[in-house]
């Protein structure tokens, strides 16, 4: 009598057999190259029949339609160029170009010539290690040439970055079945530090307060450090999401500078950072600051004429109606926050500043959450953990109030 196989023929695309140590394994038979008829075989393993069937179909149907792509032969060079092109979905321009950045400078470079198939941890893990350390590496000069000069390494939060993009590309090959396991699962990041934050406080804050009012974007520094808005939200900030009756702004898109590898940079509107509409409520003296915009900027349309191009419909614009350039922005705080004494203030404290101060004046935690556009309070609350003592202590103060009234 003959002795019973273990293969299956897989709808006709491939075998299906277990083997000895008790995983499942498929093997199928694929032409990579249509003028020579040259085919080859390769097999897929699983530790479930169920899940090796379903990888076997998946393979089979791309070779059917044409888009099967040997594994082997594949180097990390050729996947993250097909990765790029195809898999990375409707990202952000300025996420696309982040990409970009990571695979040509860190992951091209280091790995870029290995197959796919023989990465392996330590490989990403060495590369992680040599992209903090200073080394040279060919940089412009004046004249438009290039030559060998000693960069800096990058930060953690930068590893992080690269980490983020490595093992996003990865496991859409382990989705493919190109590889079997995502070889960054077992790497090392280096502990990321968190920035300083300098929240604008006590006397500083006065003398803030004065010292902007002599500046021309003095409004604006108003309305961020009341608002918290991000640089981009508020330089990208639209009159149609002003809403002087409900006391209401919304903030639905922002201005953000895109830096492309070899070209101009330019300025886009893309979504906020989490991709979500917020709406927040302002204190009243914040509307009225934007309602005195709104008829200064009307007078200046009327006086400018043809030369007034506030295409976007923009609150907070140049004397032209364009947009404001970010950097520039910055150089005025800077020289306000220099002469009061606080120089190491950056944009972004400036959101920190409302941030500090709501939780201090006692708003509750979702509501500051909200107003920043954070994904969760628990963020909110690792953030800005430092400014919960004093609540704590006015809280106990409070209760300790209502003991003495009743006791």
Same mark, same amino acid.
């Given at each position: ?97 982040? /990409? ?17 198939? @023989?990465?392996?941890?330590?490989? #990403?893990?060495?590369? /992680? ?33 690269l980490h983020g993009v490595c093992h996003r590309m990865f496991a859409k090959a382990v989705l493919l079945h190109y590889i079997h396991a995502n070889p960054c699962d077992a790497c090392e990041l280096p502990r990321v530090e968190k920035k300083e934050m300098h929240p604008i406080s006590g006397e500083y804050f006065g003398a803030f307060l ?7 974007? $003095? ?55 989490? $991709? ?28 400018? $004429? ?12 140049? @004397? ?20 009061? $004494? ?16 709501? #939780? ?48």
């Amino acid at each position: 009598m003959p002795r019973k196989s273990n293969t299956k023929r897989a709808n006709g695309s491939g075998t299906i057999r277990k083997r000895k140590d008790g995983t499942w394994e498929a093997r199928y038979t694929a032409r990579i190259d249509t003028g020579s008829g040259k085919q080859i075989q390769r097999s897929l393993y699983s530790k479930s029949h169920d899940d090796i069937r379903k990888k076997l179909i998946e393979v089979s149907s791309q070779i059917d339609t044409g888009i099967y792509i040997d594994p082997v032969k594949l180097t990390v060079r050729q996947w993250a160029d097909i990765w790029l092109k195809e898999y990375i979905g409707a990202v952000k321009e300025t996420t696309k170009e982040q /990409y970009l950045y990571q695979i040509e400078e860190h992951i091209k470079p280091s790995i870029g010539a290995v197959k796919l198939t @023989a990465v392996t941890a330590p490989m #990403i893990q060495k590369m /992680y290690n040599d992209v903090m350390k200073p080394h040279k590496a060919m940089r412009k000069v004046s004249g438009g040439k290039t030559e060998k000069k000693e960069v800096p390494g990058i930060s953690a939060k930068s590893v992080k970055n690269l980490h983020g993009v490595c093992h996003r590309m990865f496991a859409k090959a382990v989705l493919l079945h190109y590889i079997h396991a995502n070889p960054c699962d077992a790497c090392e990041l280096p502990r990321v530090e968190k920035k300083e934050m300098h929240p604008i406080s006590g006397e500083y804050f006065g003398a803030f307060l004065a010292e902007i009012k002599n500046d021309e974007f $003095g409004d604006l520094f108003f309305v961020d450090v009341f608002t918290g808005m991000r640089q981009g939200e508020i330089l990208g900030l639209q009159w149609d999401c002003v809403d002087f009756i409900a006391g209401t702004i919304t903030i639905k898109r922002q201005l953000q500078q895109i830096r492309k590898r070899g070209e101009a940079s330019t300025y886009e509107y893309t979504s906020p950072k989490n $991709g979500k509409t917020r709406v927040i409520q302002p204190a009243p003296t914040v509307m009225k600051v934007l309602q005195k915009i709104k008829s200064q900027q009307a007078e200046y349309k009327l006086a400018s $004429g043809d030369t007034w191009k506030n295409e976007h419909n923009l609150v907070f614009v140049n @004397a032209k109606g364009g947009h404001l350039i970010d950097n520039t922005v910055l150089k005025h705080l800077k020289k306000i926050v220099t002469k009061i $004494g606080i120089p190491e203030t950056r944009f972004h404290d400036l959101r920190h500043t409302y941030a500090t101060n709501a #939780i201090r004046i006692g708003d509750p935690i979702k509501t500051v959450s909200e107003n920043l556009g954070h994904a969760t309070v628990a963020f909110t609350l690792d953030v800005y953990g430092h400014v919960t003592p004093a609540m704590k202590q006015d809280s106990a103060e409070r209760m300790q109030r209502l003991i003495d009234s009743c006791c």
